[in-house]
């Protein structure tokens, strides 16, 4: 782990730079010495230093543990990233879908942005990993902490720290992408993708998926299930798959086929359940 390097891969002089980062190359955790901000969300050379929360380092533990044992989910470009600071506005023209808001770091993605899915998927894992490591799997509650800018529901930014919930325990998920992205979307297809998704609903799939139900899904669970939509088998590791939990055909490298194929009717059943529960598929 290097602290105060800077996170190379997110650099960006145009908006406040630097950041946590895991680099799969050499396998460090970088936790950059930029991310500092103001309580206004200007970028500061004072105050509390963001990756000094513990949800970020463990989010990005949780990169490295999936790129380790799943292998590469990673897509050609990153995420959001674009000319012209163009930043999570490709995919879609509703604002609350787009990171144009955060002001307290990297604009490349954040939470509640419409993502190509591997990468909503890579990141709302990483959000679970912190999660899962900081609040009691047997709760009714679980509240996971952002470090950058949150939009409630009525639209209005938040500044960070933010306690997001990643548990419904009574009543629906929030539904994010379905419930205040469904206008506006581009299609994904120049990047070879049907299907969107947002962090924030990987998160709260995966933390209830793993954490929930006579059919919950063990850590190896998970891993084997990506494994298998990417190779057949849940020995080789992922190498720079896109994995999804549905496709417009369908087809067999889905990770709900993934499910079925590796588990019984029951438990294959709930990972699809769980999934439609928390809107995790959006497809074009
Ligand atoms: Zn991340």
Not at 220 to 248: E, I, M, P, R
């Amino acid at each position: 782990m290097w602290a105060d390097t800077g996170c190379p891969s997110i650099l960006d002089t145009n908006l406040v730079p630097g950041g946590a980062c895991y680099s799969a190359g050499t396998g460090a955790l970088e936790l950059g010495p930029d991310l500092i901000y103001a309580p206004d969300g200007t970028s500061s050379a004072t105050g509390r230093h963001t990756t000094f929360n513990k949800f970020v380092i463990a989010h990005e533990f949780g990169h490295n543990i999936q790129y380790t044992t799943w292998g590469n989910l990673s897509l050609p470009d990153y995420e959001c990233a674009g000319a012209n600071n163009t930043m999570c506005q490709r995919w879609t023209t509703d604002s609350h879908c787009r990171c144009d808001f955060v002001k307290t770091g990297n604009r490349y993605h954040c939470l509640q942005s419409r993502q190509l899915q591997p990468w909503a998927e890579t990141e709302g894992f990483a959000h679970f990993f912190a999660a899962n490591l900081m609040n009691l799997a047997t709760n009714n509650s679980c509240t996971f902490i952002y470090y950058k800018d949150y939009l409630l529901p009525d639209g209005t930014p938040h500044k960070p720290p933010n306690a997001v919930p990643c548990f419904y325990n009574s009543g629906p998920p929030q539904m994010w992408m379905q419930n205040k992205c469904a206008a506006g979307v581009a299609s994904m297809s120049a990047d070879g993708v049907t299907a969107g998704g947002v962090e924030w609903a990987w998160l709260t799939f995966f933390w209830e998926l793993h954490n929930r139900g006579g059919n919950a899904y063990s850590s190896n669970d998970l891993q084997h299930v990506c494994q298998w939509a990417c190779n057949g088998n849940v020995t080789s590791l992922c190498a720079s798959a896109k994995v999804f939990f549905d496709t417009v055909n369908g087809g067999n490298s889905t990770l709900k086929y993934a499910a079925g194929q590796l588990f019984g009717s029951a438990k294959s059943q709930y990972f699809i359940d769980t999934g439609k529960k928390h809107g995790i598929n959006v497809l074009q």
